[in-house]
T-cell receptor, first 110, second 112 residues
Framework: GQNIDQPTEMTATEGAIVQINCTYQ??????LFWYQQHAGEAPTFLSY????GLEEKGRFSSFLSRSKGYSYLLLKELQMKDSASYLC???????????FGKGTKLSVKP | EAGVTQFPSHSVIEKGQTVTLRCDPI?????LYWYRRVMGKEIKFLLH????????ESGMPNNRFLAERTGGTYSTLKVQPAELEDSGVYFC??????????FGQGTRLTVV
């Protein structure tokens, strides 16, 4: 996936906090996206970072460091419904062309 | 507001046959994208329409794949003739203003 790396699977407990890391190749960078995908459903947009720092949106936050080619998605107060795959993607050469990682399958346990 | 819809949801065809996938974007969205996920791999970009024009088709695997978007509304992706390696989930997405793109649920294509 053009050097977008994220863990394959993670497990966390309901009510806890989990951080999903993503590293990417910095050349041609055009923004960093996170999508959530429940099994058999459409990927849904969570966040977009183009500048360094933390973007907070409710229970979900996303962080970007452009110089390090690094991002993370932080999920707080985990709920069972947060069990899903989380896809890290970077903007590619043309506007809208997304380059995806393989996704991280998160399982939230009671 | 209706989301991005794709038809069919599943298709099983024999090697050598033709299949046409359809995508209806969110009304008013000028940008339409096709992506594909082969089993075990990441979602990969195929092409991008702006209205009826192909903005970027760098991800199309070969000339067995033909995408159209007549009138700048819905789009079709035809695979002719289908090969075994074409099996996967084909996603369509649309957007008006970058960066948020809305995805459809995908068409699962199985070539046997």
């Amino acid at each position: 996936g053009q050097n977008i790396d994220q863990p394959t699977e993670m497990t966390a407990t309901e009510g806890a906090i989990v951080q999903i890391n993503c590293t990417y190749q910095t050349s041609g960078f055009n923004g960093l996206f996170w999508y959530q995908q429940h099994a058999g459903e459409a990927p849904t947009f969570l966040s977009y970072n183009v500048l360094d720092g933390l973007e907070e949106k409710g229970r979900f936050s996303s962080f970007l460091s452009r110089s390090k080619g690094y991002s993370y998605l932080l999920l707080k107060e985990l709920q069972m419904k947060d069990s899903a795959s989380y896809l890290c993607a970077r903007g590619g050469g043309s506007q809208g062309n997304l380059i995806f990682g393989k996704g991280t399958k998160l399982s939230v346990k009671p | 507001e209706a989301g991005v819809t794709q038809f069919p949801s599943h298709s099983v065809i024999e090697k050598g046959q033709t299949v046409t996938l359809r995508c209806d974007p969110i009304s008013g969205h000028d940008n339409l994208y096709w992506y594909r996920r082969v089993m075990g791999k990441e979602i990969k970009f195929l092409l991008h329409f702006v209205k009826e024009s192909k903005q970027d088709e760098s991800g199309m695997p070969n000339n067995r794949f033909l995408a159209e978007r007549t009138g700048g509304t819905y789009s079709t992706l035809k695979v002719q003739p289908a090969e075994l390696e074409d099996s996967g989930v084909y996603f369509c997405a649309s957007s008006q203003d970058h960066p948020e793109a809305f995805f459809g649920q995908g068409t699962r294509l199985t070539v046997v």
